[in-house]
Each structure stands twice: as structure tokens, then as C-alpha cells.
């Protein structure tokens, strides 16, 4: 299993590394400090079965990263893991298209192994959901209720059309 993990603390890097290596011996763990530099490495021809995104980062948060991600359709499982956070982000996350939400409390290290068999199982279910059409009539007589709800799918359910 390759995993990226975008996440800007060394020491946050370092845990999640080794906690990682002991669950998944056979993992390849690679990090990118910056959106930018997890652009990069998703655009290359590496291949990743599963991201860890941190919200907070140097060059923008990870939530639009992972709107961008989704819009783009790209097929990988996410988890976000992040030290600030609420229900409230934790629902726009998972509304957003992340597999998983995991906040960085105590022993949340514990915690990831089952988060990733949870997001990697999550995933798969919900690519074969995809491929099940569902045909929706939305009915609005009002052209900036049309816009408004169009507006508010694409920000916060981009993979639903």
C-alpha cells in the first residue's frame, strides 16, 4: 500500500510514520509539506492507494485540496487528520468526499490502522455506488434558487452531478 501523507509537523510525520510501518509493514509512506508538492507527486506516474491530508497548511487548507481532488475525479481513498476541528468540519469533510475524519486528540495514533481499513472498505463501496445511476428531479420555479443550489453542490458535493 503507497500512502501520501500531506502534513507540514515533522513530529506529526515522524509518529504517523512509524505507527504506519507497524501496522503496515509493507506500506511505502511518502510526504508532501505543501499543496503544491502533493500536486506534484499525485500528477507523476506514482500511483497512491490512499491520502492523509492535514487541514491546516503553508500554502492553503487542506479541505479545498481535497475539493479539487474530488472535482477532478480522481479515485483515491483520503483521510483528513487534523489537530483543529469540530462535528461541523468533521460533516463538511466527509460531505466533501474524504473516506475518513480523525482527529488529532490523544491516542489517535491508535486509532489510524482501523481508520484506514475503515476508508479503504469505504471506498470501494462507495465506487461501486457510483456506478449505480440515480436520476433526481429537482424542481425550483426560481432562477437564483436554481443557481444557489447548484453553487452549493459543486462546493460541497463535487462528485455528485
Known amino acids: 500500500m503507497k500512502i501520501l501523507y500531506l502534513e507540514d509537523n515533522i513530529t506529526d510525520i515522524e509518529l504517523t510514520e512509524r505507527t504506519l510501518f507497524n501496522a503496515f509493514p509493507e506500506c511505502k509512506f511518502q510526504n508532501a509539506k505543501t499543496i503544491a508538492e502533493a500536486e506534484k507527486l499525485i500528477q507523476s506516474e506514482e500511483k497512491y492507494d490512499l491520502l492523509l491530508l492535514d487541514l491546516n497548511l503553508p500554502d492553503g487548507s487542506g479541505m479545498d485540496f481535497l475539493i479539487s481532488i474530488r472535482q477532478k475525479k480522481m479515485l483515491i481513498p483520503i483521510i483528513i487528520l487534523t489537530i483543529e476541528g469540530d462535528e461541523e468540519i468533521a460533516i463538511t469533510a466527509l460531505k466533501s468526499g474524504a473516506d475518513d475524519y480523525l482527529m488529532k486528540s490523544r491516542g ?24 449505480k445511476i440515480i436520476n433526481v428531479l429537482y424542481v425550483e420555479w426560481h432562477e437564483a434558487d436554481i443557481e444557489f443550489t447548484k453553487r452549493h453542490f459543486n462546493k460541497h458535493a463535487p462528485y455528485f452531478k
Open 108 to 131: 489517535y495514533l491508535a486509532k489510524l490502522p482501523e481508520a484506514i481499513n475503515y476508508a479503504l472498505l469505504n471506498f470501494k463501496k462507495k465506487c461501486k455506488n457510483q456506478l
